[in-house]
């Protein structure tokens, strides 16, 4: 199983953004579905969580401005980042449970994609 993340790049504060990251591979089910960040020098954040219900859960940081949402059909968890300010500067990471053909589950996560917001 591999995850691919896409939408990074450089963007100004008080503008938006949106990240995706797409499963592929051998799979039969996914779960839990999460973006995280980590910023230089400092801690990897968990930003936003999705269940395959659609239930969601973000970082009091993002509440308000980032919307997490997901395409089952497609295997795909998006983040929609909106009014951006320089401290969301971080590499952003997907992150996905997903269960195998032979229904074992696993963590799986994608490589991080850079987003850069200027002031």
């Known amino acids: 199983v591999q995850l691919q993340a896409s939408g990074g790049g450089l963007v100004q504060a008080g503008g938006s953004q949106r990240l995706s990251c797409v499963a592929s591979?051998?799979?039969?089910?996914?779960?839990?579905m999460a973006w995280y960040r980590q910023a230089p020098g400092k801690q990897r954040e968990l930003v936003a969580t999705?269940?395959?219900?659609?239930?969601?859960n973000y970082a009091d940081s993002v509440k308000g401005r980032f919307t997490i949402s997901r395409d089952n059909v497609k295997n795909t968890v998006y983040l929609q980042m909106n009014s951006l300010k320089p401290e969301d500067t971080a590499v952003y990471s997907c992150?996905?449970?997903?269960?195998?053909?032979?229904?074992?589950?696993?963590?799986?996560w994608g490589q991080g994609t850079q987003v850069t917001v200027s002031s």
């Open positions: 992150y996905a449970h997903v269960t195998d053909p032979t229904l074992i589950p696993l963590s799986y």
């Open positions: 591979g051998n799979i039969f089910s996914i779960g839990l």
């Open positions: 999705i269940t395959n219900g659609g239930s969601t």
